[in-house]
Structures are given as C-alpha cells and as structure tokens.
C-alpha cells in the first residue's frame, strides 16, 4: 500500500549524508483511530506489538491515505510495515508535545504472500543503497 508520498529511490538514497528506514512486523493492540485531515486526506494510526527477546514493545504508525482493509484491521491482526522514524509536534492543552512514530509506506498483512514479497523486494533495494 503507498501512502501517496513517494518514498526516495534507491539512487537518491546513495547521495543522501543520512538513511532512516524502519521495519516492524507485530500485531495490532487494537484497532486503527482513523481522522480525517483538514486537507481531507485520511490518516490511521495503528500501535503495532513487537516482541524481542521476550519483551513487548509497542510501536505506533501512521498511515496517510489507508486502502480499507487497513482501516478495518483489529487487535491481534499481525502486519508488517516498512516506513521512516518520524517526531511529529502538536499542540496539547496548551503545551507543545511531540511523539515519535513511524510514517509507513507500506502496510502488508504478514500471511499476504503477495504483498510481502514487494515488501521484501523494497526492503532489499534500500539495503542495497545503504551498502552502496
């Protein structure tokens, strides 16, 4: 699933001084808070449960512009996102605050073999251009 933004290609990373990609696989804690944006695209933001070394961590994503079956994803549904680390600011009771969540670029079911083998083919591209 594309968000809409166009991510870097890999020839545009290999002249970047920097390189900020994130892969998550995990399940949904619950499901999706959609809004709608003053620019009327739509955003969801999931919490993605990952669990390493047996520790649960939980790991919040926005998706900009969400196809629908992301939309109707529900706790326990298990995905995989390739994104970048973002912190994004807001204002909150009259305070600024901020959150650090990863911006995906693409959202796949972990059973869809489809879709997770365009993932893997993405994932490799960027590895290639970091390794470049």
Request: hydrophobic residues 40%.
């Amino acid at each position: 699933m594309q968000n809409g933004k166009s991510a870097p290609d890999a020839a545009s990373l290999q002249d970047a001084a920097s390189f900020n990609v994130a892969v998550v696989r995990g399940a949904c804690s619950s499901p999706p808070e959609i809004r709608v944006l003053p620019s009327d695209q739509r955003l969801a933001q999931l919490q993605i449960t990952t669990r390493i070394g047996g520790r649960a961590m939980s790991v919040p994503v926005s998706v900009l512009d969400p196809a629908t079956w992301v939309e109707g994803l529900d706790a326990g549904d298990e995905v995989v996102v390739l994104g970048s680390v973002r912190r994004r600011f807001f204002r909150a009771g009259g305070s600024t605050a901020s959150r650090v969540e990863i911006e995906a670029e693409v959202v796949c079911g972990a059973r869809d073999q489809r879709r997770s083998r365009g993932l893997r083919r993405r994932i490799e591209e960027l590895l290639e251009a970091l390794e470049s």
